[in-house]
């Protein structure tokens, strides 16, 4: 009986750091509607509220017509600019991967 071993070349990968990058945020203390509705203040966001819970209202291009994406925003959690673009993190995430700049 024959038996046939093949080896593989295995050829690593680069590998890559993220930069850092800098973000405004603000964090949603379920009083403060006011100033999450001042900080994502443009045409294409809004807020809304249901009980407890604001959603982040975003109008996204969709063939020839606009589209509504929206995401839940539970007390605790935080708005992030980044790239003019608005993002909903939850606490534990947030402060996973950003700190305060000094």
């Known amino acids: 009986m024959t038996y046939a071993i093949r080896f593989a070349i295995i050829q690593t990968m680069p590998l ?9 945020a603000v964090q949603f203390n379920g ?11 443009r045409d294409d966001y809004h807020v809304s509220s249901y009980m ?5 209202h975003e109008s996204v ?8 994406k929206s995401s839940a925003i539970n007390e605790s959690d935080w708005i992030i600019k980044n790239d003019n673009r608005f993002v909903v993190s939850s ?3 947030f402060l996973k991967n950003y700190k305060e700049q000094e």
């Open 16 to 24: 890559f750091e993220q930069k850092p990058i800098v973000v405004e």
């Open 31 to 41: 009083k403060n509607r006011d100033e999450i509705e001042n900080f994502v203040r």
């Open 52 to 56: 407890d819970t604001l959603f982040l």
């Open 61 to 68: 291009p969709f063939g020839d017509s606009k589209s509504t």
């Open 91 to 93: 606490n534990a995430r």
